[in-house]
Structure formats: C-alpha cells, structure tokens
C-alpha cells in the first residue's frame, strides 16, 4: 500500500525523520529524541506537521442550521467571526463519529478541521446529511481539493513569539485573540493564512493553515527563528498529558461521548435537536474518564490493560498511557465505573502483576505546570 504523504514529506525525511505508517499517511514519529522534543515544546516552542488533519468548508445560506443539527455542541455558541467550538459529531446510536473543531467565519461559511483518519468517512458523513435535508450548502475538503491547505501547529510558551516573527503581518490581528480563535490575515508572503489559537498539547500557541505550496516555506521559515521540529512521539506524550481524547483510541464508533470526559462539549440543555441526541439520553452516562498515575514499580501504563476496582464487580480500561516525561512517572487515561472517585487507589494488571494507581482528576499537566501528583 502506498502512504499518503503531506507537503512537508521532503523537509521531514531532509530533517533525519523516522517516518512511520500513521493511519496510511507517511509520518514523522520524531527527528532523534522523542523527550528532547516534548521537553522543548513545554519549555520553549516546537511545531509539528497536522497537515494530514482535514479542512472543510462548508458554506451556504442555511449552514448554522445544519450544523445545529449535525453536531452536539450548539454552533449558536459562535457569534463573532473566528470564535472556535470543539465538538463530536455523532451517528444516529449516539456514539462518536469523530471529534473535530469548527470555526465560525461568518453566516454563510463555517470551516471545520477533523482527525486524518475519518476524514473520507466525515465528508461523506456530512454530504448525506446536507442531501437528506436539502440543505443546498457546498461542502468542499481543503486537503487534496483544487486549492489544498497545509497546517502547522506551533505549540510552546514561546510560540506565538516566534509565529509572529515569521507572520509579521498577523501579529496585529492575532496578538489580542482568545484561546479557541481564530483571524484570516489575507495579505502575507505566505498567501492568506489562518492563525488559531487551539492545540493538541496543553501549552500556549497557533494552529495556522496556508497554501498548501507554501508548506516548506513556512516550514522553514519557522525553523530559522529557533522553532524545533517535533513528532509524533511527543505529540502523543503532549496530549496525554493534557488529557486530551485522541480518536480511534480513547473514543471511537463504539463509545458513548459521556463514557469518554466530553459531557462538557455536548448541548442537552437547549432544546435544539442534533443526530444522536435522542439515543445518548437512553444510555445516559455509564462509565467515567480519569487520570491514573502508577504508584507502584514493574510496568508502563498502556491501552487496554484492565483496572481492578476494590469492592466492586465492575472493571475498568486503560484507554491510553505513556510514561511521563514531564511528570516522571507513568499516567493513563482510563475509562471506570461510576463508583470511582477521585483519590481512590485502582490496580491495574500488567502482565500477571496488579500494580496500585491514584485516580486523578484530568489534566496532568497544564501551560507547563504539573496539576496532578
């Protein structure tokens, strides 16, 4: 099978990159060190490839409208232009067809970026949607269309500093913008260039989209004024830490949002209707999403090992672990029954030990702070 690769393919395998199939895409895990590069993102700035993440852009007189039905954040939410909403999108049984972020640009043109993986499956998704209720809107994916964008996120303390630097031009329009916004700066030497405030780390920092030709340029560009390139490796490490979802690990086609921490991006108060809603409350919320930190030696904390919960029945799952580099020890992220409350001790078995872990609540780390212990 051949990988799809982004834009940048070249300046990453230029770079010494160890690139590894992620999902069919052509990817760089790290450029030497994993630690090094988590390390420079929560104490400097470091940037990495999303380019094979998705834009859509979805335009038409009645797009709110169909928005307000298609995902379970409430779109009415977003009423200055750039203001950002993350959201799921559900099917009809109430579980996650994918998470992704959209931007409000203004009342006929919404742009939403969703995960590699599901991007074919969401368009799709969502172009059914718009036929099955004639919503006459134009549903056009940036990533391989006749005009492509690329996307890098430049994460760090340091990075909107250096962003600038790069993107003199947007600096005026970006300097003063909230977590979760976004500005289009059309006149820079890059092209028109979007410049969000969002991420996938737990730190400060831009999310931009430009001309997909543009891509080494940036790159580069980014690389000059002392931004480290950094990988997937430490893009996991990063979110785990922040206690953030990653799709097709912590959630997928089979999990209730609920069950997955993400109450907090569903509307059930409004009276609005959205696919899905209907089932969701049927099922209710029937497990809960925390932090574990492992308190014992002998073992790593990883994906579906199971957590033995003293005095009950139930058992619950490590959806993602890693070990720390931030915090030094080894955190999870694990899906476990109501009954569990945060500061109470789990075990969790590795291999034929069961090891005592702290439940925690979420995040792990924050803006380069260690929130749990």
């Not at 049984?93 to 074919?120: C, H, K, P």
């Not at 619950?316 to 109501?338: C, D, K, V, Y």
């Not at 500061?343 to 925690?360: Q, W, Y």
Request: include cysteine; charge should be negative.
């Amino acid at each position: 099978m051949t990988l799809q690769a982004t834009p940048l393919n070249h300046a990453h395998r230029a770079a010494g990159a160890r690139m590894v199939d992620f999902g069919g895409w052509d990817m760089p895990v790290n450029y030497g060190s994993q630690i090094e590069e988590h390390h420079i993102v929560r104490s400097d700035a470091g940037m990495f490839d999303v380019s094979h993440m998705c834009v859509v852009d979805i335009e038409g007189a009645n797009v709110r409208a169909f928005l307000r039905g298609l995902v379970a954040n409430n779109v009415d939410k977003l009423q200055a232009p750039g203001k950002a909403l993350y959201s799921c999108m559900l099917n009809q049984q109430g579980f996650v067809i994918d998470d992704l972020i959209i931007y409000f640009m203004n009342e006929s043109w919404f742009r939403l970026v969703v995960n590699a993986g599901t991007a074919q499956k969401d368009v799709a998704w969502m172009r059914a949607q718009n036929e099955a209720g004639q919503h006459g809107l134009s549903i056009t994916e940036r990533r391989d269309g006749a005009n492509p964008m690329a996307l890098i996120a430049v994460q760090g303390p340091n990075a909107r500093a250096k962003v600038w630097e790069v993107l003199p031009e947007a600096k005026a329009a970006s300097s003063e913008i909230k977590p979760f916004n976004a500005v289009v700066v059309k006149d820079t030497k890059f092209g028109e260039v979007m410049v969000a405030r969002t991420g996938y780390t737990g730190e400060d920092g831009f999310e931009i989209g430009f001309p997909a030709g543009q891509a080494e340029a940036v790159w580069n560009a980014l690389l000059a004024v002392g931004v480290k390139p950094a990988g997937l490796g430490a893009r996991d490490t990063l979110r785990l830490e922040a206690g953030m979802n990653l799709y097709g690990q912590d959630m997928d086609e089979s999990v209730n949002p609920l069950d997955a921490g993400l109450a907090w991006t569903i509307d059930l108060v409004s009276e609005r209707d959205f696919i899905g809603k209907a089932a969701l409350l049927q099922m209710g919320q029937r497990a809960q999403f925390l932090g574990l930190i492992l308190r014992e030696k002998g073992g790593v904390l990883r994906a579906h090992q199971k957590v033995i919960v003293a005095g009950s029945d139930s058992v619950g799952e490590i959806t993602s672990g890693t070990f720390s580099p931030t915090m030094q020890q080894a955190i999870a992220l694990a899906r476990l029954p109501l009954g569990v409350a945060v500061g109470d001790t789990v075990h969790v078995e590795i291999r034929d030990k069961k090891l005592a872990a702290s439940v925690v609540k979420l995040p792990f780390v924050r803006n380069g702070k260690i929130l749990a212990a």
